[in-house]
Structure formats: C-alpha cells, structure tokens
C-alpha cells in the first residue's frame, strides 16, 4: 500500500533552517508528481511546493520564493523541502502529497510533521 512518511520537523528560531524528507513507498515515485503543503492553527491548508516527475520542474508559494527549496532523489524514493530564513509565519503542520496526474488521479496525504519557528 501507498506510504508517505514526513521527518524532519521540529522547533527552530526564526531565520534557521530545517530540511524536511518524506519517504516513499507503495507506488513507482519516479512517475507522480510530489509536492509539500502545510497547515497552520485555524488555517486552510495551502500548496508550498511542487515538483514534476523528472525534479527539473518545481513551482513555489510567493511566500516562500527565495528561501525554500523542494527536491526529490528518484533513486531514494524520497521527496526534499530545504527551508532557510524560517519566519514565525512559517509554523505549521507540512505534509507529503502524491498525486498522479492522469486518470484515476489518484491522490495520496503523508501525515505530517510539525515545524514550530520561535521569534
């Protein structure tokens, strides 16, 4: 079955770094679409970024342009999100998300992890 296992999260001072990781297994990784959301206390859940199948494609909030960066190693089954110049906006729950993108569309949530930025 399909698993996405997030690690990585935790509590950092505003302006660190943390480099968040979800583990894939249960489907061919090197052929779905993978990107990063996250959820903050009252807040809908909103997109982060997004990386295509190959990695050389990745879309990026206006909020976090310039400062994160998501990646993939195909070869590890494994999806990336390098955060630097974290921000107390920045606190959230951030999540893995699988996401085929032909027919059945199928779409596969990690469960999350927690990063909390102190200022």
């Known amino acids: 079955q399909v698993q996405l296992v997030e690690s990585g999260g935790g509590l950092v001072q505003s302006g660190g770094s943390l480099r968040l990781s979800c583990a894939a297994s249960?489907?061919?990784?090197?052929?779905?679409?993978m990107s990063w959301h996250r959820q903050a206390p009252g807040k809908e859940r909103e997109l982060v970024a997004s990386?295509?199948?190959?990695?050389?494609?990745?879309t990026y909030a206006d909020s976090v342009k310039g400062r994160f960066t998501i990646s993939r190693d195909n070869g590890k089954n494994t999806l990336y999100l390098q955060m630097n110049s974290l921000k107390s906006e920045d606190t959230a729950v951030y999540y893995c998300?699988?996401?085929?993108?032909?027919?059945?569309?199928?779409?596969?949530w990690g469960q999350g992890t927690q990063v909390a930025v102190s200022s």
């Open positions: 998300n699988a996401e085929e993108r032909v027919w059945p569309r199928r779409s596969w």
């Open positions: 249960g489907f061919t990784f090197s052929t779905i679409h």
């Open positions: 990386i295509n199948t190959s990695g050389r494609g990745t």
